[in-house]
């Protein structure tokens, strides 16, 4: 019963991922892929946000490759990192936003959605 009020409570569309250790939302808005088979774009996709803890998972509607093992600390709703190898990443999430620019393996998310 804790459990299944915590996780009721951390999908209020209000609630602001970088507050709590367990949230799962989904933002609707233009999603899109690019790796070395093609690129994809939507302007109507969605990304459903999970995390636990400090560690986040992106699930793309529309058959793009989900996107996994991306690490924030808590209390913090914005990943900026950019690398020469390893590629940009730029995740920023709110309660009502979210916005992914995200290269890894020569893969890349893109994310521009509300909720």
Do not use: H
């Amino acid at each position: 019963m804790i459990c299944l009020s915590a996780v009721l409570f951390s999908c209020s569309k209000s609630d602001d991922p970088a507050d709590n250790d367990i949230f799962v939302g989904t933002y609707k808005g233009s999603i899109g892929y690019k790796s070395s088979d093609g690129e994809q774009n939507f302007d109507k996709g969605s990304v459903t946000v999970a995390k636990v803890g400090d560690d986040y998972y992106f699930r793309f509607s529309d058959g793009i490759e989900d996107l996994s093992g991306v690490k924030m600390q808590k209390g913090n709703n914005n990943l900026i990192n950019i690398d020469l190898e390893e590629g940009l990443k730029v995740i920023r999430i709110t309660a009502s936003t979210l916005i992914i620019k995200y290269s890894k393996d020569g893969k890349t998310w893109t994310a521009n959605a509300s909720r």
